[in-house]
């Protein structure tokens, strides 16, 4: 084993894909990348870490309410430029070419070009840590869109890509093979 600062140690555990969240606050759209988030439940219900830093997190304290969108690889120059720039001085849709979709419980837009879309509401915000905890109210997936590829931070700049999938379900079923 090699010493690793400190610092970098989170980039051992980032979470699941990057991903876009969109907000509306004063009738205006707005998108953020984050990576920073995770799967509380089943219900479904997520949490994202965001604070004051962000533009989006005024919209996010106002309304309530976002929509999180899954990009896939071929968009990851998009999502990196989104991350780039700030929604205060920026409209993110037409700077990217992307399409704003009028979602249907929430009014936060989704995002077209993304392989999903997840509705959501603020259930919860824990200050301290810039916590926002969200239960999700509807969810959206484009089943033709061939892309389906998301990618992850590392932390320094860099993303991997997800590959191949392979199934364990027999192991988490119970039915162990022999040997294992």
Same mark, same amino acid.
């Given at each position: 084993?090699?010493?690793l600062p400190l610092k970098k140690a989170f980039m051992l555990l980032e979470p699941g894909p990057v991903v876009l969240v969109t907000t509306a606050a004063g009738g205006r759209p707005n998108i953020?990348?984050?990576?920073?988030?995770?799967?509380?439940?089943?219900? +479904?219900?997520?949490? #994202?870490?965001? !604070?004051?830093?962000?533009?989006? $997190?005024?919209?996010?304290?106002?309304?309530?309410? $976002?929509?999180? @969108?899954? +990009? %896939?690889?071929?968009?990851?120059?998009? /999502? /990196? *430029?989104? !991350?780039? $720039?700030?929604?205060?001085? %920026?409209?993110?849709?037409?700077?990217? *070419?992307? %399409?704003? #979709?009028?979602?249907?419980?929430?009014?936060? +837009?989704?995002?077209?070009?993304? #392989?999903?879309?997840?509705?959501?509401? /603020?259930? &919860?915000?824990?200050?301290?840590? &810039?916590?926002?905890?969200?239960?999700?109210?509807?969810?959206?997936?484009?089943? @033709?869109?061939?892309?389906?590829?998301?990618?992850?931070?590392? *932390?320094?700049?860099?993303? /991997?890509?997800?590959?191949? %999938?392979?199934?364990?379900?027999?192991?988490?079923?119970?039915?162990?093979?022999?040997?294992?």
């Amino acid at each position: 084993m090699k010493r690793l600062p400190l610092k970098k140690a989170f980039m051992l555990l980032e979470p699941g894909p990057v991903v876009l969240v969109t907000t509306a606050a004063g009738g205006r759209p707005n998108i953020m990348t984050i990576s920073w988030h995770m799967v509380m439940d089943f219900a +479904p219900r997520f949490a #994202l870490l965001t !604070g004051s830093w962000n533009f989006s $997190c005024e919209a996010l304290m106002k309304t309530r309410e $976002c929509v999180i @969108a899954v +990009p %896939t690889v071929d968009l990851s120059r998009k /999502v /990196v *430029g989104i !991350g780039a $720039c700030s929604g205060r001085d %920026t409209d993110k849709f037409a700077e990217f *070419g992307l %399409t704003p #979709l009028k979602a249907r419980s929430v009014r936060a +837009p989704l995002v077209k070009e993304c #392989l999903a879309n997840i509705e959501c509401r /603020v259930a &919860d915000h824990i200050a301290r840590h &810039d916590i926002f905890v969200l239960d999700a109210v509807e969810a959206w997936i484009d089943p @033709a869109r061939k892309e389906r590829r998301t990618f992850h931070a590392v *932390g320094d700049g860099t993303f /991997v890509v997800d590959g191949r %999938t392979f199934s364990h379900r027999e192991l988490m079923a119970g039915k162990l093979p022999p040997g294992v």
